[in-house]
Each structure stands twice: as C-alpha cells, then as structure tokens.
C-alpha cells in the first residue's frame, strides 16, 4: 500500500514537471515571437518613416551646402535668371545669411522619379574641380519638384559675355585663360573619374564666369535627370542653336567625342565673336559657323577666321601687333579639328589640354 501511494506521488511529479516544462517553454517561445512581431513592427515603422520623409520632401547637401537648409532654399527670394523646355534658373538671395545661389528648378513633367535620381545625384554632387560648378545640395518635394543648388558667378555666362563685346573678350590672355579652363573642366569629366561622364549639352551658355573671368563648366550630366521627351526637346534645341554633332541621332549617340565638337564651336566663337547659329531648315547638317569658316579658308578670306583686335598690343593700347599670328591660327586649326564631321578625326580631351596650353 505504501508502495503504492510513492508509485502515485512520482508519477504525479513527473506529470507536473512535465507540464511546468511545457509551459516555460510556451512561455519562452511566445515571448520571442513578440519580440520579432516588435521588430518587424519597429521596421515597418521606419520604412514608413522613410517614405513619409520622401513624400514631405527633404534636402541632399554636398560639399559647399553644409548649411543649407529647405527654408532657406524654399523661401529665397529669387530672380529668373535663365529658362528651358525642363527648368527654370534663378538667382536667388538666401536670407539667414545674405548670400546669392543659383537654384535650378527642374519641373516634374521633364524628369525622372526621384527613387531613380538617386545614384545621379550621389555621383554629380560629389565631383568637385576648379573649372567645374559644384552642385551644393540637391531638394526634392511632395509634388515631384527637383531643385539643384550652385554657387552663383557674378559675370554670366560665356554666350553673353562675348555678344556683348567688350575689350575683355578680344583679349588674348582672356581667350586663352578661358578656353584652357573649359578644357580642363571637361578633361576631368572624360577622365578625371571611376567613369567617364558626358556633358551632354555643352555650349557657351554653360559656361559661368566669376569677376575674374575665371570660367566654370556647368549642366554637365543634366540630361540624366530628363525623361525621354525632355532629352529629345533638349538635343532639338542644340540643333537650332547650332550645337550638335552632325553624327547624334538621338541622346544614346552621345560621347566624348560630340562633347569635343561642342568645344571646337566655342572655341571659334572665343575667337570670331560670332555665334554658331545653325541653319535651321538643315539641323542635322554641321555647324553653321564651322561651315562658313571651311569656306573663308577656300576662299582665301583668312581676315574672317579671327576678330581683328586679337592681335592689337593689350598692354598700352597703341594698335601695335604683338601677338603672332601663327598662334592664333593655330589655335583655329585646334577648334576647326574638334569641329570635324568626321568623329575619328577630332582629337581627344588630353590632345586638346596639351595643345593648348602650347599655344
């Protein structure tokens, strides 16, 4: 019998430590899962987050912008400085602390989403080099709207700069100062980087100066932003304006080298004072400027390659011809072979740099 009642009362032990065991470890397992269901549920919180802050807009800052902030951008006052078919430029007045940027706004019919912006905006913001704009911050807003935040240059672009005319601009050590630093700025764009980067719409209107007619390359690499159609209007309007390479079709048949057959016109512009103004009955015909100076040059008309005052003294003003005119015409040969309808013939950016600093 009391073998028996010892037999009932082990049994019975064994059968709650048994359950007790059940439970702690239900009571284990279920505490995990609450543990992963927070996890999961903090995640999925700040993924919200994420969007949320995308949707409300927010503020990328470069080198330069570190203390930019979205008030300051969006309640600039500004002035229209410059328009296109995808954007607006402005010049605009920061009021916490009274400097002057260039805000590029980038309507939201013209560009991509931002999601796919993202690895453009990481790779343009960072490059940074003395004949290149910075791109100092970058804004995107809950309505699709882009903005592009740059230094501001007090003496314009390189288009202006020499339709107006002015001594400056006929100046030998200006043009040569210029054109070597646009060269450069491009030079680091085909190789300065892991890859090479295509400007894409060079011409002298991208071409900022600062008051000492330093020169800054800028849009290099804009058409990334641009959905299809905004790059087809854009590639349509460097063919009135005389800026696109008889070879480009289409925004995929750009390179390096239709970016050298831009810098060729610019060159001549630098060094005539004329525009490239394209005819526009022919625009997928080359340049309007390159073809009428291959015609001065058959017509012996060597006057018409270059504007007279290059070659006048710049030191006391006397009319007295110091500059050598093998230079200059070197030079004219340089741009005429960037300006080649044939690609294969125009030299490379590194040729380029080189013969021009020999100059």
């Not at 080099?129 to 230094?151: A, D, M, Q, T, W």
């Not at 007279?308 to 050598?324: A, Q, R």
Request: hydrophobic share 40%; glycine share 8%; aromatic share 6%.
């Amino acid at each position: 019998m009391e073998k028996s009642h010892k037999l009932v009362l082990i049994v019975t032990l064994s059968i709650s430590f048994a359950i007790f065991i059940a439970l702690a470890l239900f009571c284990i397992y279920r505490r995990k899962g609450s543990k992963k269901d927070d996890k999961e549920a903090s995640f999925e919180h700040k993924e919200k987050g994420v969007q949320e802050m995308e949707m409300n807009g927010d503020l990328i800052r470069f080198d330069g912008g570190e203390d930019l902030t979205c008030v300051d951008i969006l309640d600039a006052p500004g002035e229209v400085i410059g328009k296109s078919s995808y954007g607006t430029l402005y010049r605009a007045n920061l009021l916490k602390n009274g400097s002057v940027v260039c805000l590029r706004f980038l309507r939201p019919t013209c560009t991509e989403k931002v999601q796919d912006l993202m690895p453009v905006v990481q790779l343009l913001g960072s490059i940074r080099h003395p004949n290149l704009v910075p791109i100092c911050g970058f804004y995107s807003g809950s309505r699709g709207e882009k903005l592009l935040v740059h230094p501001f240059y007090g003496r314009g672009n390189l288009a202006q700069f020499i339709k107006d005319g002015k001594d400056e601009c006929h100046k030998w050590r200006v043009i040569s100062r210029i054109s070597i630093g646009i060269a450069r700025g491009l030079d680091h764009l085909h190789t300065g980087l892991q890859k090479p980067i295509i400007h894409g719409n060079l011409k002298a209107k991208n071409i900022l100066l600062d008051q000492n007619l330093h020169p800054f390359v800028s849009d290099f690499g804009l058409h990334a932003f641009l959905n299809p159609a905004a790059t087809k209007e854009m590639l349509e309007r460097a063919a009135i304006e005389g800026y696109k390479a008889p070879e480009i079709i289409s925004m995929e048949d750009m390179n390096e080298l239709t970016d050298i057959y831009n810098l060729g016109l610019i060159l001549l512009e630098l060094l005539t004072g004329k525009e490239p103004v394209n005819n526009k009955a022919n625009p997928d015909q080359d340049s309007y400027l390159a073809t009428s100076l291959r015609n001065a040059i058959l017509d012996h008309r060597i006057s018409d390659l270059y504007h007279p005052d290059i070659l006048l003294d710049e030191n006391n003003g006397n009319g007295s011809l110091i500059i050598n005119e093998d230079r200059v015409l070197g030079f004219f040969q340089l741009a005429m072979a960037c300006c080649s309808p044939s690609p294969s013939l125009r030299p490379n950016i590194k040729q380029i740099c080189r013969k021009l600093e020999e100059i």
